[in-house]
């Protein structure tokens, strides 16, 4: 999602100190749950024919770029389709987690369980996207809108967007960040949006930079 020149952005980033290292030999063993007739799309980095879901899943274990697979059986004389996921349905886009009988789709147990509490979240766990995700905590989720593709390693949060004609909005003009006001919280808006000051808080605890453009 591209900004229009008009409009002023504030975002809050989370930097990612650590570079990605290889799975540890416990992780290597594997976890996966699977779900039958289903599929996630457009987020395979790599195909094997094999003839075993459990060597499949070796080769997910494998690969720390792998977060998921997919596994079609093609018969008994033909080896079967093995498609390694550089994604989680969780940071999948919406419509991503589609429906296939001739699937399965095979997924790490403890990164479905994993509970995104930032942008920061998302992107050690893989995800790649400049879209709004959904944030969780003590049980209430939360929209934001985050961008992974600025600065590699770190994660940006909108905070406040508006557009010139909104400019004369005390959300927008007058009214520092130390108060709650509003706008929009519910979904992030490029014309008016400012993120709530509860939100603010949960997300500076992980952050170390602000930025406004």
Avoid at 117 to 146: A, F, M, P
Avoid at 150 to 157: A, L, V
Wanted: charged share 25%; proline share 3%.
């Amino acid at each position: 999602m591209d900004s229009p020149s008009s409009l002023v952005l504030l975002l809050v980033t989370s930097i990612v100190l650590v570079k990605a290292i290889q799975r540890s030999q416990e992780k290597r063993q594997g976890m996966f749950g699977v779900d039958q007739g289903k599929v996630l799309r457009r987020h395979v980095f790599e195909k094997h024919r094999l003839t075993s879901a459990v060597d499949c899943g070796r080769h997910c274990t494998a690969n720390a770029q792998c977060l998921s697979f997919n596994y079609k059986e093609k018969g008994p004389d033909v080896e079967d389709v093995c498609e390694l996921n550089n994604a989680t349905r969780k940071i999948a886009s919406p419509g991503q987690d589609d429906s296939d009988s001739r699937y399965q789709h095979y997924y790490d147990l403890r990164t479905e369980s994993y509970k995104f509490r930032s942008c920061l979240d998302y992107l050690r766990q893989g995800s790649t996207l400049k879209v709004i995700y959904t944030i969780r905590e003590n049980d209430k989720s939360y929209k934001v809108w985050c961008d992974m593709t600025s600065e590699p390693g770190s994660s940006w949060t909108l905070i406040l967007s508006f557009a010139l004609k909104n400019r004369n909005n005390p959300a927008f003009c007058s009214r520092s960040f130390r108060g709650d006001s509003k706008a929009n919280d519910d979904v992030p808006r490029w014309e008016a949006y400012r993120m709530s000051l509860k939100t603010m808080k949960l997300l500076a605890s992980q952050s170390t930079h602000w930025r406004a453009t």
